[in-house]
């Protein structure tokens, strides 16, 4: 473990884990006891970690003492505050420095060994552009791009966008715990469980949190980023569960005001999956925002009411609310009509077997049962 400030020694760990008065120093003392405790060691070393210099002699040590050194997981950061305009350049460079020089020491000092795993602590602040953190966020597009830049050479990087850690870390130390985030804030325990799965995957850039849905349901935020198809319609089906079953429509495009049943049972499931609150029958499913994806969203809804009615192909080829309710009107009077004849036909059957059966009882002579047949009671 390479610190810019240096612990102090192990001999006086356990009195300050008795005297208390230093929480943060005690959760780190805790920690690496903690580490060592199940029969691990840890090697606490100090330098700045953009030190190129100072950087190498560890480094050279660790191989020599080691034979190798098998990965390296980059988590020194200096969190930013203020605006660019009123900011020292010092404290901008202490910001940017072990990020963005850090990371570029780290892989100098390493390209010649075969690591395993050369992990970034990056942060959500690539997505959120949060005023006040231009230096902050420069520093962690830089992780961002040199993960993409390095993995591409083939060697395997990670660059995770954390979001706020809420029980420990600079967020806590900074007070920077918001409700009003885009993602939210990610416990110890779950952080740790991410970080596992994630050293057993290829992947170069991940954010592994939990979006606040009631953030992107506000209508007066703007979002600085674009949701992939699968999150948009994940959380369409989240709102689904809290929203109305019946969402409200307001259906036009006709003249008049007739819409059948169909229409607007279909416009409430437009409603529903596209997030409109008005529609055009005449309007194009595509034009209005539906995608593959929408379009499955609708199939699944649609099958709810009218079954197998309809697949896949329909929803593109009836594609406006109103060819589509035609469609199905065809289609559900066509079954009707079929359901009606299979109706009569076996009754007819049935009247045929009575006669039938009358005539091998002796109820009825062959002439009384043919003249029924004839006059029409079977035909
Ligand atoms: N905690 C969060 O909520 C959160 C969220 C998103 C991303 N991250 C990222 O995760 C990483 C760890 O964050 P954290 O919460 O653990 O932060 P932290 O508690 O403030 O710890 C950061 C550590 O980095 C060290 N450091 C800073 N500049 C250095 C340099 N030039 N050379 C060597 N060490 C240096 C600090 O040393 P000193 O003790 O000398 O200051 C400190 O030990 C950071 O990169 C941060 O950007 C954290």
């Given at each position: 473990m390479i610190n810019r400030t240096a612990l102090p020694d192990r001999d006086q760990w356990n009195g300050i884990q008795k005297r208390k008065d230093d929480t943060k120093l005690c959760k780190k003392i805790t920690a690496i006891m903690e580490i060592e405790e199940s029969g691990s060691s840890v090697l606490c070393y100090t330098a700045d970690v953009s030190d190129f210099q100072s950087m190498g002699v560890i480094i050279n040590e660790l191989v020599e003492k080691y034979?190798?050194?098998?990965g390296v997981i980059h988590g020194a950061g200096v969190a930013g505050d203020g605006y660019l305009i009123r900011k020292p350049e010092e404290v901008f460079r202490q910001v940017v420095l072990p990020k963005i020089n850090g990371t570029w020491v780290l892989d100098k000092l390493t390209e010649n060994l075969k690591l395993d795993f050369f992990i970034l602590f990056s942060s959500i602040s690539g997505y959120t552009?949060?005023?006040?953190q231009g230096d902050y966020t420069a520093a962690n597009a830089y992780l961002d791009a040199f993960a993409q830049y390095r993995d591409k050479k083939g060697k395997r990087t990670l660059s995770i966008n954390w979001p706020?850690?809420?029980?420990?870390?600079m967020a806590v130390d900074h007070n920077?715990?918001?409700?009003?985030?885009f993602f939210k804030p990610i416990s110890t325990a779950d952080a740790c469980k991410a970080f596992e799965i994630l050293l057993d995957k290829h992947i170069v850039r991940v954010l592994p949190s939990v979006l606040n849905y009631k953030i992107f349901e506000r209508g007066d935020i703007k979002i600085p980023f674009v949701l992939s198809e699968e999150i948009r319609v994940d959380n369409l089906i989240r709102q689904k569960i809290t929203e109305p079953k019946e969402a409200k429509v307001i259906l036009k495009g006709?003249?008049?005001?007739g819409y059948s049943d169909t229409e607007q049972s279909l416009g409430r499931l437009w409603s529903l999956v596209l997030g409109v609150t008005e529609v055009d029958v005449y309007d194009n499913f595509e034009s209005l925002g539906g995608d593959s994806l929408l379009a499955t969203s609708l199939l699944k809804e649609m099958q709810k009411t009218y079954?197998?009615?309809?697949?896949?192909s329909d929803i593109f080829t009836y594609s406006s609310i109103f060819d589509m309710a035609e469609y199905i009107e065809s289609k559900t009077n066509k079954k009707k009509e079929f359901e009606k004849i299979n109706e009569e036909e076996d009754t007819e059957e049935a009247r045929l077997n009575d006669i039938l059966d009358e005539l091998a009882s002796g109820k009825l002579s062959l002439e009384e049962a043919g003249g029924m047949i004839e006059l029409g009671v079977v035909e």
């Open positions: 034979g190798g050194i098998n552009f949060t005023p006040g706020a850690w809420k029980e420990t870390g920077a715990l918001n409700n009003e985030s006709k003249l008049g005001n079954g197998n009615l309809v697949d896949i």
